[in-house]
C-alpha cells in the first residue's frame, strides 16, 4: 500500500513564552526570556531557584471548574493546548469518522505535583485520607485518555514515554498511524509540569541545572562555553495531524507536512550521551531516509541544545558527522534558550517553532550565546533572528535513557 501523506492543519501552545501561537513566534523571534524566579514553592533550600513558569494560565476557561480540580497541571496543559489545536485547525468532528481519529500526548514524568501533595497526606495524616483521585491524576496517559473524552476521539490513544523525547515519540507514532492508513488524524503533542520541590530536588542531585541565579534570563545558554546545565520549564503543545486528502477535502489550512522520522537508542548510559554522538547520527540519518531527503536540502535544525556541557558539544559533534561540509551552512537553534527544558514537552513545543519557521522564513535566535566554544562550531543564530527561505527543517530530541528522536518537517507542495 502507497504511503498516505500527512500534514499539521492545527497546533496549540501553553509556553513560557505565551499561551497562544501568535505570542509564543513573536516572543522567540524578539529573542524574550521566559526563564525567572520560581514562585511555585519556596526554593529557600535549593541550589537552583530558576525555571521556566506559565504566568496568567487559568484552565477553567477552558475545562469545567469540577474537572479542572480532578486533574494535575501537567493535564491541564494537555487539555488546553489540544483545544486550542482543534479551533486553530477548524475541524468539526461531527463531520469525522471519530473511530479514525486519535489521540498520543507524552509526558516525561506526569502528575508530580498531585504525587507530592499526597505523599505529604499519607505521611501525616494516614493511608485513609489519600485522594481516591490521586492514581488518575497521577498517570501519564490520562492525558490522551482525558483528550478523548473530552472531544469523543475513538482511534487510538495513549503515551509515549521517553523522558525528554516523550512528545516527539508521540508526533512521529501518530505520523506513522496516519501515514500507513489506520487513522485519518490525530491530535499529538507533550505536557509537562515538572517545577516541584521533588523535581527540583531530583536534578540538582544530578548537577544537571543551572544554579545561575542571579541573572536568570542568562541562566540558558545553549552551545555558549559558559553553560552550566538546563533551566526546567513547563507547559504544553500540542499538533493536529491529518491524512492530507482528508485535509484537502474539508478545505483546511495547512501549516506544513511531516515528511520522515528516525528512532534510536544510544545504549549507552542511564543519563549522559553516547560520546560522538552516534546515536544522533542515526537518528538524524534515519528521518532523512525516511522522507527522502538529501543532506544538502536541510536548511535548519531546531536543536535538542539544552545548555548543558556534555549535550551541546555531542549534538554539534552529530551534526557535523551526518552533514559533513554543509553542517556549517545550515542554521541550528536552541529554543530551549528562552523556555527552558520542558522535558517530556519539548519536541512538541520545538516542532511548533521548527513548523512556524517554514511557514515565516525566519529562525529565531539562541539568546545568550556569548562566549564561542571551541568544540560548538556551527551557526547557531546568535542572539537575532535571521531571515532565510526554509523548506527543510530537522528537530532532535533525546532524552535520559538513550532514547534519540528526529522529526523531519517539509514546506507543503501541492
Not at 493511608?127 to 490522551?144: G, K
Not at 543551572?210 to 552551545?223: D, I, L, M, Q, V
Request: net charge negative.
Amino acid at each position: 500500500m502507497e504511503a498516505k501523506r500527512v500534514v499539521v492543519t492545527g497546533m496549540g501552545v501553553i509556553t513560557p513564552l505565551g499561551h497562544t501561537l501568535e505570542d509564543y513566534w513573536r516572543n522567540l523571534l524578539a529573542g524574550k526570556n521566559g526563564i525567572g524566579k520560581i514562585t511555585l514553592f519556596d526554593t529557600t533550600q535549593y541550589d537552583t531557584k530558576i525555571a521556566g513558569e506559565i504566568s496568567d494560565f487559568d484552565p477553567t476557561q477552558y475545562i469545567d471548574r469540577k474537572e479542572a480540580r480532578r486533574m494535575d497541571r501537567f493535564t491541564h496543559f494537555a487539555a488546553v493546548a489540544a483545544q486550542k489545536a482543534v479551533e486553530d485547525s477548524g475541524i468539526n468532528f461531527d463531520l469525522v469518522d471519530r473511530d479514525r481519529f486519535g489521540v498520543i500526548v507524552s509526558s516525561g514524568i506526569g502528575g508530580m505535583n498531585i504525587y507530592e501533595r499526597e505523599c505529604q497526606v499519607l505521611l501525616e495524616r494516614g493511608p485513609n485520607r489519600v485522594s481516591p483521585f490521586l492514581i488518575p491524576m497521577l498517570i501519564t496517559d490520562i492525558a490522551p485518555g482525558y483528550i478523548s473524552i473530552q472531544h469523543n476521539l475513538r482511534g487510538p490513544n495513549y503515551s509515549t514515554v521517553s523522558a525528554c523525547a516523550s512528545a516527539a515519540h508521540a508526533i512521529g507514532e501518530a505520523f506513522n498511524h496516519i501515514r500507513y492508513g489506520r487513522s485519518i488524524g490525530f491530535l499529538a503533542g507533550g505536557c509537562e509540569a515538572p517545577i516541584t520541590k521533588m523535581g527540583v530536588a531530583g536534578f540538582n542531585a544530578m548537577k544537571a541545572l543551572s544554579t545561575h541565579n542571579e541573572e536568570p534570563e542568562k541562566a540558558c545558554r545553549p552551545f555558549d562555553l559558559k553553560r552550566d546545565g538546563f533551566v526546567m520549564g513547563e507547559g504544553g503543545a500540542v499538533l493536529l495531524l491529518e491524512e492530507l486528502e482528508h485535509a484537502k477535502a474539508r478545505h483546511a489550512k495547512i501549516y506544513a507536512e511531516i515528511v520522515g522520522v528516525g528512532y534510536t537508542a544510544d545504549a549507552y548510559h542511564i543519563t549522559a550521551p553516547v560520546p560522538g554522538g552516534d546515536g544522533a547520527v542515526r537518528a538524524m540519518k534515519q528521518a532523512m531516509k525516511d522522507g527522502n531527503i538529501e543532506p544538502t536540502a536541510v536548511d535548519y535544525i531546531n536543536a535538542h541544545g539544552t545548555s548543558t556541557p556534555h549535550n551541546d558539544k555531542t549534538e554539534t559533534e552529530a551534526i557535523k558527522k551526518t552533514f559533513g561540509e554543509h553542517a556549517y551552512k545550515i542554521a541550528v537553534s536552541s529554543t530551549k534558550s528562552m523556555i527552558g527544558h520542558l522535558l517530556g514537552a519539548s519536541g512538541a513545543a520545538e516542532a511548533v517553532a521548527s513548523i512556524l519557521t517554514i511557514n515565516h522564513n525566519e529562525i529565531h535566535p539562541t539568546i545568550n550565546y556569548e562566549v564561542p566554544d571551541p568544540e560548538c562550531d556551527l551557526f547557531y543564530v546568535p542572539n537575532k533572528p535571521i531571515k532565510r527561505k526554509v523548506d527543510v527543517v530537522l528537530s532532535n530530541s533525546f532524552g535520559f535513557g538513550g532514547h534519540n528522536v528526529t522529526l523531519a518537517f517539509g514546506r507543503y507542495n501541492h
